[in-house]
């Protein structure tokens, strides 16, 4: 169950008490305030807070006052401008904050990108709950032969059977063992002195859940989108990266529209691939041995003609 009731009743009480403010406000993003977005079986992603919008990037680039503008028309195509040669500084000035529930070994992955700040859940503290994230059998598959940090095939039905058993076999024994180190009584009743939390945890296998508020400014959030949301990311947390999308797109939309076409549906060559496509477009003839590219590279190249 990605949300409790109580934090249901949280949110609730949250979104019927709202205040007057004098600051810049997104009405896409008040709609998203608070309210979790389910992602995986256990998991979600809901807005805390934001600061700014698509104006507020206009009005950095500008170094301009109040709105500073001469019509929405003119910042997007601003937006598109800084967007397209790689500005950086109009957007940092923009932030969103998240609350985050997911699996540990997403969170690993996820905590790489060091430009936020972060605060989790601390184990050493809490007790953690009894979740653990379990994959839909379509998205188990071998590894892949041509990415050795990839998925390749899907499992058979009866490989997937045999897979998910282990798994949730595994997390329910390495649980009921947490639970019996920390416990500070038997079965019986009898006091025990129960194990320190901060050392029980390590018991727990990585797709046990743990929750962070993750605070991003707008052109670190697009680099993270870059990575994650695209189509090579890892599944559990390209779904994450998706739900974020979601936010973005209606906090500030012309920004998220320029990344969608720039960054997300565009594709960056290299000199020699830029090459290759120009003497294609002469109407030769090119082959990988004949690009200069290796294998890799050119079978990359490939992709980003065939996706065009």
């Known amino acids: 169950m990605p949300v ?8 609730d009480a949250l979104r019927a008490t709202p205040r007057q403010t004098l600051r810049a406000v997104s009405e896409g993003a008040e709609k998203h305030l608070y309210t979790a977005q389910p992602v995986l079986d256990h998991g979600f992603v809901r807005l805390i807070d934001y600061m700014g919008d698509d104006a507020a990037i ?3 680039a500008r170094v301009s006052y109040g709105k500073g503008t001469k019509s929405v028309q ?4 601003l937006i598109r401008y800084l967007m397209r040669h790689w500005h950086s500084t109009p957007f940092e ?27 989790e859940y601390s184990a050493r ?20 032969t ?28 390495t649980y009921d063992h947490y639970a019996e180190m920390i416990a500070e009584e038997g079965p019986d009743g009898t006091p025990k002195q129960g194990l320190a939390r901060e050392l029980a945890r390590m018991n727990l296998p990585a797709n046990i859940y743990t929750q962070w508020y993750w605070k991003v400014d707008l052109h670190n959030l697009f680099h993270f989108l870059r990575l994650r949301a695209d189509a090579h990311a890892q599944y559990e947390i390209r779904v994450y ?7 973005v797109a209606d906090w500030v939309p012309a920004a998220y529209n320029a990344f969608a076409d720039y960054r997300l549906g565009g594709a960056v060559l290299s000199a020699k691939g830029l090459a290759c496509l120009q003497r294609m477009l002469k109407g030769e ?5 004949t690009s200069g590219m290796s294998k890799g590279e050119w079978r990359e190249f490939e992709s980003v003609l065939a996706s065009s």
């Open 125 to 144: 503290y809490s007790i953690l709950d009894r979740e653990f994230y379990m994959p839909d059998p379509s998205q188990l598959a071998a590894q892949s």
């Open 4 to 11: 409790t009731p109580d934090q249901q009743a949280e949110i």
């Open 241 to 247: 990266a998706d739900a974020i999308c979601n936010i």
């Open 285 to 289: 003839e090119v082959t990988q041995e």
């Open 58 to 60: 206009c009005q950095a």
């Open 93 to 119: 000035m923009c932030e969103i904050k998240l609350h985050v529930k997911l699996p540990v070994f997403v969170a690993r992955q996820w905590i790489r990108h060091r430009t936020a700040n972060v605060n």
């Open 146 to 173: 041509i990415n050795n940090q990839g998925r390749g095939a899907s499992l058979t039905p009866d490989e997937s059977a045999r897979v998910l058993d282990i798994l949730k076999g595994d997390a329910a024994q």
């Open 74 to 77: 003119n910042d997007e195509g």
